[in-house]
T-cell receptor, first 111, second 112 residues
Framework: GIQVEQSPPDLILQEGANSTLRCNFS?????LQWFHQNPWGQLINLFY???GTKQNGRLSATTVATERYSLLYISSSQTTDSGVYFC?????????????FGKGTKLSVKP | DTAVSQTPKYLVTQMGNDKSIKCEQN?????MYWYKQDSKKFLKIMFS???????INETVPNRFSPKSPDKAHLNLHINSLELGDSAVYFC???????????FGPGTRLTVL
């Protein structure tokens, strides 16, 4: 079936630590995106990354489409990085072009 | 210069009422969506609207109806609100090739 799976579901870090979040996706999902939902509920676009590697400051992402996974790296984490990180991909099995979301990784960064 | 905007941000109402949520995008996108985020933070598609074609997720009750006066707007009207409709509703948009989607700030609906 159409699936986007994220791990770990929860992550607690000390400020300054590094982390890697993983997203596995099924064959009918593509055009991966990573979002950060901040404590105020806003969905912030982090990366649009169908394949390859992108970097933006302390964050970077890599998608290996042939192996159906994507990774989000957070380096030197800060308390403002706390929130839920979602991976989502376009469902090419349907006709809407809608995103299929994973269940998210809840990140808590402690000072 | 907000890309995707929604109003209101918060909506508190009684069971049985009818309410609307407005969405506007100034990105020139052709496709707009409504997603629902439940209490467990799970995000799921409700509707997509492209070139006047509406595609409805089969699990959405017919009390929910999207209305698009033009390409830049996709409003959500909900009739006879129920307790289970309480959630955060997100509007989103994307261009022709279904590439990157951009989301509005969300509307937190609470039905009492």
């Amino acid at each position: 079936g159409i699936q986007v799976e994220q791990s770990p579901p929860d992550l607690i870090l000390q400020e300054g630590a590094n982390s890697t979040l993983r997203c596995n996706f099924s064959d009918s999902v593509n055009n991966l995106q990573w979002f950060h939902q901040n404590p105020w509920g806003q969905l912030i676009n982090l990366f649009y990354i169908p394949s390859g590697t992108k970097q933006n400051g302390r964050l970077s992402a890599t998608t290996v489409a042939t192996e159906r996974y994507s990774l989000l790296y957070i380096s030197s984490s800060q308390t403002t990085d706390s929130g839920v990180y979602f991976c989502a991909g376009v469902n090419y099995g349907g006709s809407q072009g809608n995103l299929i979301f994973g269940k998210g990784t809840k990140l808590s960064v402690k000072p | 210069d907000t890309a995707v905007s929604q109003t209101p941000k918060y909506l508190v109402t009684q069971m049985g009422n009818d309410k609307s949520i407005k969405c506007e995008q100034n990105l020139g996108h052709d496709t707009m969506y409504w997603y629902k985020q439940d209490s467990k933070k799970f995000l799921k598609i409700m509707f997509s609207y492209n070139n006047k074609e509406l595609i409805i997720n089969e699990t959405v009750p017919n009390r929910f109806s999207p209305k698009s006066p033009d390409k830049a707007h996709l409003n959500l009207h909900i009739n006879s609100l129920e307790l289970g409709d309480s959630a955060v509703y997100f509007c989103a948009s994307t261009g022709l090739s279904y590439n990157e989607q951009f989301f509005g700030p969300g509307t937190r609906l609470t039905v009492l």
